[in-house]
């Protein structure tokens, strides 16, 4: 398996503009995660899924976010609009609840609003 | 919500010593225990878990302890390598997979 996968890997857009990260699971995995990191606020949980149904979103720091999950194999993630505080790493993570509460991280998106 | 605490933040330790970084939660219900290994620029990745029914599970140098009564669990690391030399976050985790990842602790092993 190729892991979970998450593009793209680098973004950078100015204020005001409309970003969406995207997320691909594990096959297989029911779970599936939305973390944002800075080195200020740490590692934060927005939102997570069960079976593509949205479970707690009440990380989500405001409605300028919004998550989806139309399938078991996509995600995505949108700001907009864009400020610069949302400048951070965004780590997708996938994971088989009931059988391994193991969580397997993507390699991130680095995202910089200018 | 879940509130779990780290410490120490930061941790020096010269090479082939041991190290011990502590994490406490305030959910009874949590029920799920893992340490996760962030290096610089990657993403964090599982290097040990345990579960509620366990006290202690150990994995060649890497150990972790459980006290449930007390709600702590910690990450020992025996004859630490410079390899060892990252972010370490505990992510203690309930019912309907809430988890909650701790604030990190930076490990640097002096060569």
């Known amino acids: 398996d190729a892991g979970v996968i998450q593009s793209p890997r680098h973004e950078v857009t100015e204020m005001g503009q409309e970003v969406t990260l995207r997320c691909k699971p594990i096959?297989?995995?029911?779970?599936l995660f939305w973390y944002r990191q800075t080195m200020m606020r740490g590692l934060e949980l927005l939102i997570y899924f069960n079976n593509n149904v949205p479970i707690d979103d009440s990380g989500m720091p405001e409605d300028r976010f919004s998550a989806k999950m139309p399938n078991a194999s996509f995600s995505t993630l949108k700001i907009q609009p864009s400020e610069p505080r949302d400048s951070a790493v965004y780590f997708c993570a996938s994971t088989l609840t009931g059988e391994s509460d193991t969580q397997y991280f993507g390699p991130g998106t680095r995202l910089t609003v200018l | 919500g879940e509130n779990v605490e780290q410490h120490p933040s930061t941790l020096s330790v010269q090479e082939g010593d041991s190290a011990v970084i502590k994490c406490t939660y305030s959910d009874s219900a949590s029920n799920y225990f893992p340490w996760y290994k962030q290096e610089l620029g990657k993403r964090p990745q599982l290097i040990i878990d345990i579960r509620s029914n366990v006290g202690e599970k150990k994995d060649q140098r890497i150990a972790v302890t459980l006290n449930k009564t007390a709600k702590h669990f910690s990450l020992h690391i025996t004859e630490t390598q410079p390899e060892d030399s990252a972010v370490y976050f505990c992510a203690p985790a309930g019912g309907y997979q809430k988890v909650t990842f701790g604030t990190g602790t930076k490990l640097q092993v002096i060569p």
């Open positions: 096959s297989g995995h029911n779970s």
